[in-house]
């Protein structure tokens, strides 16, 4: 079946650590996006990307990184000058004209320890 | 700067009756698509219903319908014959221009509580 993968579901950090959440989708939509919820918060964009090898800042883009080598993946790092990291991260991917909702992936609950 | 603004923080309602969850929005884009999704306890996010701005009905997907007046820029969802399973967080979501590939901004949220 077709979907979005997120991975790990739960992923722990240390102080000064940067990590890496993995999203992978086999829906061959062109456009990826990361977004990040915090608690009774909707969902703030992170960056996106609307084609391989380019993607754009979102709202709240400091201190993450991404990349987007293939269409089927778009890793988030997380890296150690964000400051307040941990949230529910989710990645989105949607694709094509008219009214498409986005695909989500079941997210990952990031926490520094 | 478009907007998303969801005013009941949580809502109320009886099994088998229908709710309305309130959405306003601010574009100054003639162009855009106006979305619900649902996010049971889970955490992953469904997509329910979609509504464009050129449409000239109310979008409906089966108990779900969107009940969209332009003038007033309110975009409501109405659950009909609500059901236990219907408890969760209802974002309202909007996406400047046509197709995909735009990003989309949420609201913050309502959550709905159906009660037996």
């Known amino acids: 079946d077709g979907g979005i993968t997120q991975s790990p579901k739960y992923l722990f950090r240390k102080e000064g650590q940067n990590v890496t959440l993995s999203c992978e989708q086999n829906l061959n939509h062109d456009a990826m996006y990361w977004y990040r919820q915090d608690p009774g918060q909707g969902l703030r964009l992170i960056y996106y990307?609307?084609?391989?090898?380019?993607?754009q800042k979102g709202d709240i883009a400091e201190g993450y990184s991404v990349s987007r080598e293939k269409k089927e993946s778009f890793p988030l790092t997380v890296t150690s000058a964000q400051k307040n990291p941990t949230a529910f991260y989710l990645c989105?991917?949607?694709?094509?004209?008219?009214?498409?909702?986005?695909?989500f992936g079941s997210g990952t609950r990031l926490t520094v320890v | 700067a478009q907007k998303i603004t969801q005013t009941q923080p949580g809502m109320f309602v009886q099994e088998k009756e229908a709710v309305t969850l309130d959405c306003t929005y601010d574009t100054s884009d003639p162009s855009y698509g106006l979305f619900w999704y649902k996010q049971p306890s889970s955490g992953e996010m469904i997509f329910l219903i979609y509504?464009?701005?050129?449409?000239?009905q109310n979008a409906t997907e089966g108990r779900y319908s969107l009940n969209f007046q332009k003038a007033r820029k309110s975009a409501n969802l109405v659950i009909s014959a609500s059901q236990l399973g219907d408890s969760a967080m209802y974002f309202c979501?909007?996406?400047?221009?046509?197709?995909?590939?735009?990003?989309?901004?949420f609201g913050a949220g309502t959550r709905l509580f159906v009660k037996a």
């Open positions: 509504q464009g701005s050129y449409d000239q």
């Open positions: 979501a909007m996406r400047e221009g046509r197709g995909g590939g735009f990003k989309t901004i």
């Open positions: 990307s609307q084609i391989v090898n380019d993607f």
């Open positions: 989105a991917s949607g694709g094509g004209q008219g009214n498409y909702g986005y695909t």
